[in-house]
């Protein structure tokens, strides 16, 4: 059941679920990180969507696994509530089951949260429990939804010393710059990690890496560094240049004087 977004495409995802629903209408799609700081899966990527056959409205909600531990079930509730924030239906015992999830993997585009209101526009996910392949559980003890996170900061925002920046952190990092919190880190690439001793799980880049990245007495370093690397290089191409053009001249003085010499000689023997 473990299904990605990256090797089909969203529009033949949401239509293949189940051609009997008829074409599928977006009515709103959610790319941004939804989570709470301590549990074990994200809300990557979701979905509310009409079909062309059927009443009501479908969720169609992409999870990830931030664990190192293989995900076999997965529950949660639903609550859904109408454009004006009017509660709607709440769903609870909602699962996945069956499932082999490795760490960082994503799941749920196989499966779609069918709703009969219309009027539903809005929804929150609750995760209450989770089932890992080594037997261990985790279960919420809250009734806390997923809430979106902050959203993270552009290298832009370094001014000049973005160009440092880039070239010092891997390129697959650079999307971003990296966070540092309690319980968690965000990656240069996007991606949340729990483990703060182990590199990113989407992209492998050390959080030190980043960190060091970051920080600004580090970019005036490495500033300064580059720049007098900058003048090294310019100095020594000056310096082939002009050595080319003596080089140049003295050939041309060399043709000269074989050319004169050339010509008494020849003077010499008339």
Known sequence: ??????MVSFKDTINNINPALGTAGVVSRIEHIHWNES????????????????????VLLEFQNLTDKTITQLYFSLSAAAADGREVRRTDNLSFLNLSVGCGETFGLDYMVRLPEPEIRNYKIIISRIVFADDTVWENTTDEPFAPLPKPTLPSSLGEMESVYRKITPEKAQRFLAESHGSWWRCGCGQINLDHTKPCIMCATPLETLLLAVNPEELELRKTAFDDEEKAAQLNEARQRRNMLFFIAAIGVLILVVAFLTVMLQTSVQ
Request: charged share 0%; no cysteine.
């Open 39 to 58: 549990v074990p899966v994200a809300l990557v990527a979701s979905s509310l969507l009409t079909y062309s056959n059927a009443p009501g409205v479908g």
């Open 1 to 6: 059941m473990v299904l990605g977004s990256s």
